[in-house]
């Protein structure tokens, strides 16, 4: 079996699979995350004909989508994808099952599956991730908030010679110097990602705008904004409790804004002079 090595976040994982096909294309779609270091969670991928278990042996229904279901038996959880693909796992995460019923379900390696067991790995004490977008320019890291359709990827697009992190899902982590926010290769709108990092300096809750307008928030109203594009996580109170305390340290440490803006490159000119009149403020 072959093992593919991903980092994302400082986070190493391997996809272990034996189909040459299947290898190659993962090979390519995750080339600007490649790692040799040793994974801390594992996904060991079989390509089987039929899965045999069926969804009365998965335990309790605990949240569903349009393409997959989670269920929790005891201390085992299972991921069904309603294609015909079916992952098995504790929490934390370190070795995950997945099997595949055909080449149509590779679909859940390139995106959700892996990004779903990271976002679970991280919410046990270790990170979160956001609904945003992320660009970094020098050491400081700008994180961008919206639902969909709220102009995520289109700050993306206007960011100019600065680095994109993702345009759709940003990871934020915490290390001794205080936030920092992750690219990851789920993108959104915009096919560019990064495996960058950076300083988390400042958080916006995009507005469309027929000018462009910055107010700073309060952390009440904040912390309420962040919880909303933040993913929450399914497995238990003590993950929740983390994920509500680091939401609360983040507008806490970091200023929050509600940025309203026009859909042009005015816009970066115009957070560039905000934060000159701060500096000459303060």
Known sequence: ???????????CFSL???????????????????????????INVKFVSKITKSEKDFGSLIYQTKIWRLYRNGQEWFLFFLGGSLAQFSIPPKDVEFLAEGPKEWQHLFYILPEFILTAFLSQGRGVVFHSSGVAEDDKGYLFLAPGGGGKSTIAKLRGERTLLNDDRIIVRKDRKGFRMYGNPWHGEVRIT????????KVFFLKKERKNVIILLSKVDALKRLLKNGFMPFWGDDSTKYTLQFCAEIVESVPCFELGFLPDESIWTFIEDYEMATKKIN
């Open 16 to 42: 272990n699979l034996q189909h040459p096909i299947a290898e190659e294309r993962l090979l390519s779609h995750y080339k600007d995350f490649l790692s040799h270091k040793f994974p801390q969670i594992c």
């Open 1 to 11: 079996m072959n093992q593919i090595k991903i980092e994302v976040a400082d986070t």
């Open 194 to 201: 990064s495996r960058q990092s950076t300083n988390l300096n």
